[in-house]
């Protein structure tokens, strides 16, 4: 897998507050990746997505974009900030645009591309995130689903490599949640790394193969989400709950643990409706 | 490009118009094509209209009078070394300049509630209007709609809580809401700034246009209409002389 981005000891503070917002950061995101981000409000997930955006420029370390560092010149800004796109927590605050089709021009037109070929891109990120029927619609008229959609287009049109969504969720409906996943898989399928900030413990372990977690603006932990979550101090300071299927899995002595309820009952075996037994008893005893 | 034009034109042919009734006839004129063309119901073009029609009653009213050192006209009232005069000529300017208003206001409205502001700042780029200047025009546009949503929510929430129960309780609630509204719409900004920033934004803001099919029929019905505007208003009888 190839390096997309590389922080090293990346440190970043506001400047009306003393304390550090973001602190000795280091990590490293390759192409195809799927990561979660865990941490409770506060913790610097979304300082930390804008700083890989380039949109804060940090006090102290380094950002590296395909091994290069930047020098925070415009040219590698824009470089930076076409190859990394930032979808944001609401999408009220991305869209500007009077209808659809032009909110998902607004990227490619700051590339300076063709007209021929932005039309190409966003006739392409409207039907990916199908809004092809929408995309004379205003915005403002959309509900809160779609608007995430056009939001996920807007930034898919200007192709980048690796996409950090800031809480995605926050706000959607469940058929809708569903819907994002879907779209989420949709874009790993396209090569693109994603990674997702979230309060959603059980979307983490379900759809990340990487877990990020950070508190009070230092990276905590960085691996697979059974070496995090089966750090219990680790867990609780960072003001975590664990996952259900993980914590039934732990119980019942499953290996590997499911990440999904297909995984947990793959042909149904147990389940009787109106019946109170669901599972055998767990092999401790419980 | 063509809407604008008409629009424009109309405008100029108000300014220049001799005769009230052609500023008259134009709101008319303006009033029929946002109604048939642009399908803005009636009702929403009457409201939108309540403050400009407001403003020129308040500007008429201040037109019908002049000052001078002597008693004349219609009706006169002495102010201080001087009379504050209403003359048969004051009232004849108010009349044609109020219509003259008018018509230029209807072509104005016309024009905003029928072309996007997109499409306007497009034009205006295209007649070599400076980028920065559209860019501005367009950010202020769309931050209008920003504080105005602002308020809207704040105003709910406080009626939901009774800061409207009497006159007292509105005038504090209503000081709170306008003394939250700029910061709160300013970080508003600043998060809709940071989203422009992160796809590479260059201070022009530019979008793609949509793809228009010309309507030669539209444009010839358009260039007729304004050349019969300015043919009446180079052909009618001047107003009696001011």
Known sequence: MDEILRLKDLSFRYEEEKAWALKEVSLSISSGEKIAVLGNNGAGKSTFFRCCNGILRPKEGSLYLKGEKISWKKKEILNLRQSVGLIFQEADHQLIAGTVAEEVSFGPMNLKLSEQEVRNRVEKALAAMELLKYQEKAPHELSGGEKKRVSIADILAMEPELMLLDEPASSLDPVNQSLLEENLEKLHQKGIALVVATHDVDFAWRWAKRILIFHQGRLVADGRGEEIFADEALIEKSGLKKPLLYEVGKIYGISPLPKTLKELLPDGEGISSGSAEILPAPSDGR | ?242
């Open chain 2, 1 to 242: 490009m063509p809407r604008v034009l008409f629009c424009l034109g109309m405008m100029v042919t108000a300014v220049c118009s001799a005769h009230p009734f052609l500023g008259a006839e134009l709101s008319v004129v303006m009033f029929l094509w946002a109604r048939v063309y642009g399908k803005v119901p009636v009702g929403k073009y009457l409201r939108m209209f309540r403050l400009p029609l407001g403003f020129l009653a308040l500007s008429g009213l201040v037109l019908l009078w002049e000052y001078s050192g002597v008693r004349e006209g219609i009706l006169s009232f002495s102010v201080g070394p001087g009379y504050l005069s209403m003359t048969r000529e004051t009232v004849l300017r108010t009349i044609l300049v109020t219509f003259r208003a008018l018509g230029a206001v209807s072509a104005l409205f016309a024009l905003g509630m029928t072309t996007p502001v997109t499409e306007l700042t497009g034009v205006l780029k295209r007649l070599h209007c400076p980028d920065l200047i559209c860019s501005l025009m367009y950010l202020m546009y769309r931050y209008i709609f920003l504080m105005y949503q602002v308020h809207g929510n704040m105003k709910q929430a406080a009626e939901g809580r009774m800061g409207y129960m009497d006159y007292r309780t509105s005038l504090r609630t209503t000081a709170g809401i306008y003394g939250n509204l700029l910061a709160y719409s300013y970080r508003q900004a600043g998060a809709n700034f940071d989203a422009m920033e992160s796809r590479c934004f260059d201070g022009s803001v530019r979008f793609l246009s949509g793809k228009y099919r010309k309507d030669w029929r539209k444009t010839v019905i358009l260039v007729i209409l304004v050349l019969l505007e300015i043919g009446i208003c180079i052909c009618w009888r001047s107003w009696p002389a001011i």
